[in-house]
């Protein structure tokens, strides 16, 4: 879970073509449902197409920690999780994994039911339900509202509930007139009730607010170093590969939210559709990208250092092509 002034992709590249009689590596890749997943759906495609430069076994699953372990197991080669979780695992496999690119920016949001809340200024005195307790929405709000100079504990209430869906439901039936939710959520909710708008996209917030050249960067691919190491070639053509894919994804809404919901990303094409101007997808890699998450994981470090593994991940963590 899950941009932020890097520029999302707007062209679609074309699919590496794969030479005639040419073998393909195997690659596992394990993918999350929900934004971490719609950037891999065009490759999905290929892969069913038989059109892909990489023989791909994917797997799709609604639980990051159970990717992560598939990856530090050996299970899998490369997957799609929130960034710091591939840093938690990067410390607990012992510089075990790499950072590829970063695949998500920011896709959390500040909703309200009504017209009050113009900037995160406008939030004190209010109540916001959410949920994360404990972990990234309650991180980066918290670090939000004290860049806008509001006390997270006394200037605002903060109610929260255990599941996204539940504070959606909160929402939709109007006990809860301010919420912080991410995508699809904000889009389920706006759907059943049209009165509750989007007044707040902490993306754009996290970039008011910081001065360093970080970014809100929630989704990355990571790898096993091993296998970078020994597959290089099939590492550089995924990239490629993923990146096209994403590209795809921002300019063919349509096909994109049929595939979502083909593959089990987001169970609803319609609501795929609609929530696709918030998904955050971007495809960033190189020095952008260590620059983008770099101070992102030091304001996570600063909320709980167990939430990026118990230290910011050193040059070792991010990969960068031959």
Known sequence: MAALALSVLAG??????????AQKAAVRVATLKGPTGVGM????????????????AFTVSDAPDEVAAKLASGDVDIAAVPTNLGAALYAKTS???????????????VVENGSSIQS????????????????????????????????????VHIVFRSQHDEVATLVASGTAGIALLPEPFVTAVTVKKPAVRVA??????????????????????????????????AVTSFLAEYKASIG??????????????????????????????RLGLTFVDG??????????????HAADPKSVGGAIPDSGFYFRAP
Not at 207 to 225: H, P, W
């Open 248 to 277: 795809k994804a921002t300019t063919d809404v349509d096909g994109t939210a049929a595939l979502c919901a083909q593959f089990g990303i987001i169970p609803s094409a319609a609501v795929a559709k609609l929530a696709m101007p």
């Open 200 to 233: 707040l996209d902490l993306t754009g917030e996290w970039a008011k607010a910081v001065t360093d050249g970080s970014q809100l960067m929630m989704g990355a691919v990571i790898a096993r170093k091993d296998f970078v190491a020994k597959f290089p070639s």
């Open 41 to 56: 759906v065009g490759l999905m495609q290929a892969q069913q197409a038989g059109t892909a430069a990489n023989d791909y």
């Open 95 to 109: 510089g075990g994994v790499q950072m590829l690119a970063v695949n998500t920016l920011g896709v959390m949001y």
């Open 120 to 155: 995160m200024a406008d939030l004190k005195g209010k109540t916001i339900y959410a949920s994360g307790q404990g972990s990234n929405p309650e991180f980066v709000l918290r670090f939000l509202l004290e860049q806008n100079g509001l006390d997270a504990d006394t200037d």
């Open 12 to 21: 679609c590249a074309a699919t590496p073509a794969v030479p005639a009689g």
């Open 287 to 300: 020095a952008q990208m260590v620059t983008g998450v770099s101070g992102y994981f030091q304001v996570l």
